[in-house]
Structures are given as structure tokens and as C-alpha cells.
């Protein structure tokens, strides 16, 4: 039975501490943003998601600047790519960067790769002389993509050769699954963005490999308190979803963690099922913010969530066939204050040092100075990209103030 909620808390206030525990309604850096601030970002917000598409910038740089402003992306690449490492990427919400010690955390996961992995990447299982042989090559010849050890232990590889979804060749699937497993981790990621595979013993820091492995129960237990914690408040779902947890083990966890008072049940309004509020979280009276959110930012994971909390609808369209896009290809939230208040689909246009809004579109919510307040952080951002403009097109009902602003 679920536990009994002993607070009551309104939409307005849930949405301003899910904020402010995702790092808003904090003033921005004026000057030069430091390690320190980049690694007090990233305890905040638990895990940062990867992705291919580079139409803007890579999803995984946009969460920073979306809460701390300008920065030098260099500092999240060596966070991810140089010893000491504070960031290792495994399948947390999807790929994902995530420190270290979360790293532990996921163990359970790797020990159950036979049974969890996409079953195109379990089917390497049944091949251990290519394991053998992949383990043999990374150990002598040091971090390589796939491409590189599949020229040496692949003789049908056929370089260049597209592989679309999970068609991939055998030493490909073999790496996703050493991956999956723990037994490869990843060094960075080469210029193409293509992982970069190499051992644990040179990736993960010394501590994290020494530290005992945790039984599943408390394993999990961790990572949903790093999730609440990363929510401010949010639902089983919601939590589970953070770390795409099996749905048994996260209500057991979380019966525990209200147990011992790290999670406080709450009826939140608008919710239809419990909440949950973790113990640190703070309560602001208000949240004054202006950041444009990737459409893998963490505070938009979960879209069902957002759509209760913030009233804001919002799908990615990056695989809706042209024709039937109703906003754009990379669409990204606008939120000003403590709501979401327009949409912007955006290209950077490098060859032309442009920032390119291709539409813009305003909620019904959206206050009069909208406009000048998205034009003020497109400028920012296209700074931060090395772009000398922002040029938006007449697309968009938002699009006509936009301009005028710019």
C-alpha cells in the first residue's frame, strides 16, 4: 500500500523546488566558470544524457550553459576524457555522463548485461573467443573506436559502411556488450563522437574500482536518492525513470528511504499518484531563471512530468518525417522565470558564424517581454558557440517580436 502523504504542497511550489534542485533560480557566474562550479553542477543534476545529433551543439555541453551560462567546453571534456576523471559514461537515462562513484552504483546492471542488453549486443555473449580477442586488442593497442578493432579483427569489415539502428557488425555488437558488462569502460569520445573503448583500470579512478560492489538493494536505493534529490520532488515513475530502474527494486527502495526519513511522501497537485520529497530539498518563494533547455536536458526527461508541472507539452520531433513537424527539427523549451514560455528550433550555421532560429513559438502563457528576453539568451548562446549573429527566420507565431528584438 502506498504510504500515507503527510504534506500537501501546490503545483506553483513543486515546480520551484523541482527548479531550484535542478540548479535554477541560482545566479549565474559573472566571470569564469570554474571545475568547482561545473562539478557542483553536475552533484546537483546526477547525470548529464549523450547524443549524436550536433545541429546546435552536443546535447551533453547544453546542460551547463543552460544553468551556469558561458563556459569553456573544454572543462566538461576533460571532466570526461583526463585523469583524474570526474565524469565516466555508462547507460544511466540512456548514455550518460556520470560520476565515478554513480559508476558503482550500476554494477547490478552490468551483472545482468546477459539478460538486459539489447539483444542484438547479448548475442556477443555466445562468442567468447571475440570477447577474448576484442579484451586482447584494447588491453595491447589502448583506447580505439569500433572501427579501429573491427579493421583488425573484422576481415568482412567493410570501412565507411553505414550500419543503421542495431544492424551492427559482430565486433561492434561484441565492444556494446563488453561495454554493457563493465568489462570495457570508455575513454572520451573521438572527434566523429564515436566511443573511445579501453579498460576500466584506466578509466575509473583507483577508489571506485577498489570499493566493494553494493548488493542491488542498496545499489539501487543510492541511485534513487540521487534522482529525488536531482527532482527536488516527483513521483515513483519520475524516480525510476531517472536511471530507467526496474519497477519492484524502486519501490522497495523507496519504501526504505522514506523509512529512514531521506524521502518525505507529499501530495503534490495536479499529480495522480504520490510524490515523493527529498529531505534537502529547498522551497523557494520564487525562482527568477532564463535558459534554453536541450531537448535531453534532465529537467525535461520525463515529458509527462513536465507537462503536470509546468503545463508545457513538449516532444522531440527529430524523427517525425518533415512534413508532419509541428514546431521543428531540434526544438528547444524556453523557460523564463518559472515557467516555459516559448520553443525555438535552432541551427548553428558554422560556415556563416550564425545562430540560426528557424521558428519561434510563444505559449499561451508567455509575457509581453517574451521576445526580448529570448533574443537576450539566443545573443548569449551564440556567443558561447563562437557565432557572430543570431538570424531568425519569419516562422512561427513568436518569430515577428523575436525579430524586431534582434
Known sequence: MPEKPR????????????????????RRPGGRVTMRE????????????????????????????????????????????????????YWAHEASLIPPETHRLLRWRMERADLDAWKTVRAAASQPRLLEAILAEVRQEGAQTAAEVSRKLDPDYLPGEKQWGWNWPPVKSALEYLFFAGRLSAAGRSAQFERLYDLPERVLPEEVRAAPTPEPEEAIAGLIEIAARAHGVGTAACLRDYFRLPARESAAAIKALVGTGRLIPVEVEGFSAPAYLHCEATRPRRIEARALLAPFDPLVFERARLERLFNFHYRIEIYTPKARRRFGYYVLPFLLNEEFVARVDLKADRAGSALLVKSAWAEESAPPESAAELAAELELMAGWLGLDRVVAEPNGDLAPGLMRAL
Open 38 to 89: 561545473i562539478g557542483t553542477m553536475i552533484d546537483r543534476v546526477g547525470l548529464i544524457q549523450i547524443d549524436s545529433v550536433n545541429v546546435l551543439a552536443r546535447a551533453h555541453l547544453l546542460p551547463a550553459f543552460s544553468r551556469l551560462g558561458p563556459y569553456d567546453p573544454a572543462l566538461l571534456e576533460r571532466a570526461s576524457g583526463r585523469a583524474p576523471r570526474r565524469l565516466v559514461e
Open 7 to 26: 504534506l500537501r504542497l501546490r503545483n506553483d511550489q513543486a515546480r520551484r523546488i523541482a527548479l531550484r534542485a535542478q540548479g535554477f533560480g541560482r
